[in-house]
Every structure is written in C-alpha cells, then in structure tokens.
C-alpha cells in the first residue's frame, strides 16, 4: 500500500501533438458536428410543430437538396478538379469541374432558398411562431458551412 | 509495457463502461421518471465505433497524413455522437421523458463515449491493429 501514488505524476503528458497532422481530423470533427447538428435542428422542429400550417412540410425539400449538394462537393477531391490524380475517373477533369460547378449551384441554392423560406414564408406571412423558419434556415447554414469545412478543411498534400 | 499498461487500463475503461450505463438505466427506470424510450441510445453506442473500425481494416496505409476512408469514418463517427447526443434532448423537449432523465442520460453519453474514445486511445494505436491479440 505504501507509495501506491509514487507513479502518478502530474503535467508529465508528452503533448507533442502535431497539430498539423491533426487537421484532417479536426476538419473532419467540426463538418460532422455542424452537418448533423443541422440536421437535429429540422428534426426538432418538425417533432415540435407537426401541423401543416405551422411548418409546411414541403420546406423539408431545401434540407435534402443542401445534403445531395455536401455529398456532390466532396465526391470529387481537389486532386481530380486539378487534373493531377493517377486516374481520370468517369468523366475526366472537365467531368469533375463541371460535377463540382454543379454541386456548389445547388449549396448555394439551398442556403438562398432557406433564407427566402424565413422570411418570404415566416416574418413577411406574419405567422405566430417562426421558429420553423428559423430551424429551416440554421439547417441549411450548418450544412453548407459543414460541406465546406469538410471540402476545404483538409488538405490532400501526403508529404508535410 | 504491454503487460503493464493494458490491465489496469482495461480495468478502469470497463468500470467506465459500467458507469455510463448505469446513468443510461437511472434515467430509464427511476420510479420518478419511468419511461425507457432513452434505451434507443443503445443502438447508437454500438453503431459509434464501427466506421472507425472499417476503415482501419479497409485501408492499411497508416503512414499517409491524408486518407479519406478514415476521415470519412471520423465524420459518420462525429454524426453518430451528434446523434446520440440530440436524441434525448428532443425525447426532453417533446415531453417524452423528463429533463431530468435527459440530463441523466446526456451523462452516460459523456462516460460511455469518453470510454470508447480511451479505448481506442490506449488498444487502438497498434502498428498492426488485429484483432488476433484478444
């Protein structure tokens, strides 16, 4: 029993941790904890108003237009978009520019049309709760805000 | 060192394992709340560590600094936390449980994912992660 504490020792944590090589990780992290906190947002609102008139359900639509929009953006890697990867993929670099030309359209669609929903569907309608709007709007924003950490966050370059 | 090292810890991560739970089950079967829809979080326990595992059977590269199985392991992995986490609180504010049982619940999430997180922290970090060393 007597010096079971001797092999505690206090601030002798090797933290050499290579904040560099974390980034990937962390980039990681912050899109998965802003896309699905996005996500739990829509779904809140939609548990706590169920009703059509208090939270049309066709606003759902934006939502999933904004996940196709993530999903296209980070299908293709920078590498592909600049023409310096090994293979050529299906289409090709102008495939993936196009491919990546169109996802941004759609994200930024998405971020518009939730925006438009708050207010051209909330404030200016005048209706009594606009929280729905506003769960519609901060849905989109996390989800493009987390499509774009996850595609611009981390780095491709394998040697640092 | 491996000896030395892996028991105790083995030990400690298991009684943290047991803890978390225990907070799950209070919030669960308290007379006060009563209500066993938080059980759901199970399901999200045992799905957490599985992308991660995935993608370091799938690729063997771990000298890279990139690679984008694992980053995307780490991401559904985040969701999955994300999910576990929002799930009570949405038990809580539809008046489906208690907030008083969500905040018992919102702690066993905290142990039980700081468990598996030390988990894969102290068994995880093996050059040649095989599941022949059990």
Redesign the interface.
Known sequence: MSGFLDGIRCGDCECNVDWG?KR??I???A???L???GW?II??AA??YPREDQFHHAYHTCGVIATIAFLMINAV?NGQVRGDSYSEGCMGQTGARVWLFIGFMLAFGSLIASMWILFGGFVVASKETVYPGIAVFFQNAFIFFGGLV?KFG??????? | MTGTIMTPALISLSFGGAIGLMFLMLGCALPVYNEYWPLFLLFFYILSPIPYCISRRVVDDTD?????CK??A??????IV??AF?LP??FA??SVIAWGACALVLTGNIVIFGTILGFFLVFGSNDDFSWQQW
Do not use: C
């Open positions: 090589e990937n990780t980039a990681s992290i899109a998965g904890v896309f699905f906190t739990w779904i809140d548990i706590m890697s996850f981390r780095t491709e370059d394998l040697w640092q | 890279s600094a990139s690679n984008a980053e995307l780490i991401f559904l992995t985040t969701g994300v999910s929002g609180i949405i504010r539809a």
